[in-house]
DNA sequence: ATAATTATATGATACCGATCATGCTAAAGC
DNA sequence: GCTTTAGCATGATCGGTATCATATAATTAT
């Protein structure tokens, strides 16, 4: 039914998008190309017009993922000083909003252990964004004259990972508030911010 | 065929042993009832005489991980003054051997993602298990009069678990080590140990 | 020796997933 | 108005999985 020009892309698009959310919720091994393609209206079949396979979906969804905190973290930073744009990222990083949408947080966080499991097309990408994620973050430290801002990052960045991992995990809800709690206290101190 | 007494419950723990290796190395999707008793030389049918589903077995297999993860605690902390103690066992989680080994290591950063998607019996069994694994951090950091000792186990162990997963996460290898080598170098110094 | 029992094996069922060959439909182009 | 075509739908295949009913063989109890 010829549609216009730009409407398999738009498609293709919706179709990455809801994907890159069903994977961060529920895993790249639990998501079929049938629920998936039916959430946005359409069937299995037109799958194959749009990827080659579901590990390409897999791999596109990623870089998705890793495409909306890179803009996530951009929104924290723009607009206000440097020390309180991290502070604000690290407060919605290690918020419990974030802990209870997986579907729409921090890829590392919501696919840890899936990583290792899956396809190289799809750990390179990860590999890409990680890097990114984290030079992000050292940049900020660098402005903020903190010494040796590299190692200082990738400290900081593993123990958000981590503090989110285990959060979520527990399912005693005080105890799970409490681990990040203190994972934002931590921190915040860690870079140099004032504790709010 | 009548054996001896206690040879279904040496069975039934081969089979808990096995599923705990295999989970923590392909995650608990991807482990076939049929293959996993293949691996004892056994067939698929005789499982349901030892558990009610495989759900069943997934929450004893993830306490036989923990039960493993204290007991290597343990070992490390036996014969050593506490603080040496301590320093192994985190050299022992942040290394390149623990980094490689999925199927005999830690299970928060096995199954990481896993967690938070599992039936509630096997997060209950995580949770006490992971609660188990951070008071007995906690223990040797009061033996150190370390001040606030629950805050910060609960930040190392989080930055270790983020360590290893970002370290697990990225292809690279020389970017990989350069990862675990800054954690054991960041964990140490922050629980007042020198760095070797 | 025979019967009862126990750990495991065999085989079947039912379901779900990815993938693919093919069909349909409506607009584009002539 | 007719043909072509792009985007998607239908329906089938194939492989894998958990689960369960039943069979088998080796012992032990009688």
Redesign the interface.
């Known amino acids: 039914m010829r549609y216009d020009t730009e409407h398999k892309q738009r498609t293709h698009e919706k179709v990455v998008q809801e994907a890159a959310n069903a994977i961060r919720q529920?895993?790249p091994?639990?998501i079929g190309i049938a629920s998936l393609m039916s959430k946005l209206g359409l069937t299995h079949g037109g799958f194959y017009a749009h990827f080659n396979s579901k590990d390409d979906l897999v791999a596109e969804a990623i870089s998705h993922m890793f495409e909306d905190r890179m803009e996530a973290f951009r929104k924290c930073l723009a607009g206000a000083e440097p020390a309180e744009g991290l502070a604000s990222y690290i407060d919605l990083y290690l918020s419990i909003r974030h802990r209870d949408r997986?579907d729409k947080g921090c890829p590392?966080?919501?696919?840890?252990?899936?990583?290792?499991?899956m396809p190289?097309v799809a750990?390179?990408r990860?590999?890409v964004g990680?890097q990114h994620l984290t030079d992000a973050f050292t940049d900020v430290l660098k402005i903020l004259d903190k010494p040796q801002p590299e190692?200082l990052a990738?400290?900081v960045?593993?123990?958000?990972?981590?503090?989110m991992?285990?959060a979520?995990?527990?399912?005693?809800s005080d105890l799970s508030e409490r681990?990040l709690d203190?994972?934002r206290?931590?921190v915040k101190e860690r870079v140099g911010l004032a504790n709010t």
């Open positions: 529920h895993g091994d639990k997986r590392v966080a919501s696919l840890a252990s899936d990583i290792a499991r190289l750990r390179k990860f590999e990680i190692i990738a400290s960045v593993a123990e958000m990972v981590g503090a991992t285990i979520r995990a527990i399912t005693n681990i203190t994972a206290r931590n």
